[in-house]
């Protein structure tokens, strides 16, 4: 069996590494007739274990891949190297860790495939959209949620989200096509003059070719995705199912079931289709801006 090539670096974090061993695994478990109870019982481990390992959702120890790589007859001293390799890379932190002290664990692995995405498309209805945010609207943001917050935990929220856009700003970014809510542009976070600043931005980015944005207007009435945000990511490695991120006040959902994934790529279909043109939303963006925020 010929292994997928992985190539490491700023585009490719550990969560993303580790659903690619994962999926190997899986390939190579299945191509040798072995059940996960039995790939379980090899490295003294659950069946269950098996599976969140080839989710990609749990670390990896070296020994155990190495067990399973001879009892899935892999025996190429260079394929085992480039696996085990893998392996290493995986449990390697990402460049978020260092926010540790104000990063739910749950966000960790958004990070992680965000950081790897090739297209990331997201309806918002209440904020502009993260990798979007001013720092003055992200630090509004930030403290409708912690009002008690000491001024340095606050400066570290800010500094992680400005830091997640930096992905934006890459040799190769990822393609973000966003459709947001009209009210999210006429909802005064933070009062006019951050609002004003953030309006402005706005029509900047959509001067970006990576970067598509569409605006769902007032008088669209109701539409496909009524339930509230998410997103859909994407990744460039065939071997990566598309992923479906909810966010919630405490915790988040992360959907990769066909099914779930064909009902949320129906609605960001016509969400594109019911919002205005991304040609128009300059002009919008420029009224709402120069109506409300002077």
């Given amino acids: 069996m010929t292994?997928?090539?992985v190539e490491g670096g700023p585009a490719t974090g550990p969560t993303v590494l580790r659903m690619l061993l994962g999926a190997q695994l899986r390939r190579l478990r299945e191509g040798r007739g072995v059940t996960r109870e039995g790939a379980g019982w090899e490295i003294r481990a659950s069946e269950s274990k098996i599976s969140r390992m080839e989710l990609g959702r749990?670390?990896?120890?070296?020994?155990?891949?190495?067990?399973?790589?001879?009892?899935y007859g892999v025996?190429?001293?260079q394929e085992r190297e480039a696996l085990l390799k893998l392996a290493r890379d995986a449990n390697n932190p990402g460049?978020?860790?260092r926010y540790g002290d104000v990063l739910p664990t749950w966000f960790q692995s958004y990070l992680g495939l965000e950081a790897a995405a090739a297209l990331i498309r997201s309806y918002e209805v209440q904020f502009v959209p993260g990798l979007l945010q001013t720092r003055e609207y992200a630090r509004a943001v930030v403290l409708l949620g912690h009002r008690r917050a000491a001024t340095d935990e606050l400066d570290r929220r800010v500094d992680l989200r400005m830091e997640r856009q930096q992905l934006l700003r890459r040799p190769r970014p990822p393609q973000l096509w966003?459709?947001?809510?009209e009210a999210v542009l006429r909802r005064p976070i933070g009062g006019p003059e951050v609002m004003r600043g953030q309006l402005t931005a706005l029509i900047e980015a959509t001067?970006?070719?990576h970067i598509r944005l569409q605006v769902i207007p007032f008088d669209a009435g109701g539409h496909a995705a009524a339930g509230g945000a998410f997103t859909i990511l994407r990744f460039g490695d065939q071997d990566l199912p598309d992923i479906v991120y909810i966010e919630q006040l405490t915790s988040a959902l992360y959907l990769d079931k066909r099914e779930d994934l064909d009902y949320y790529a129906v609605a960001m279909e016509r969400l594109c289709v019911e919002a205005e043109p991304p040609e128009r939303t300059p002009e919008i963006l420029t009224r709402i801006r120069d109506e409300l925020y002077r």
Avoid at 59 to 71: I, S, W
Wanted: aromatic share 10%; net charge negative.
């Fill in 178 to 181: 966003a459709v947001v809510d």
């Fill in 207 to 209: 001067r970006a070719a």
């Fill in 95 to 97: 460049w978020w860790h």
């Fill in 3 to 5: 292994m997928v090539p």
């Fill in 58 to 71: 749990v670390g990896f120890k070296e020994r155990d891949v190495a067990d399973l790589l001879t009892l």
């Fill in 75 to 77: 025996t190429d001293q």
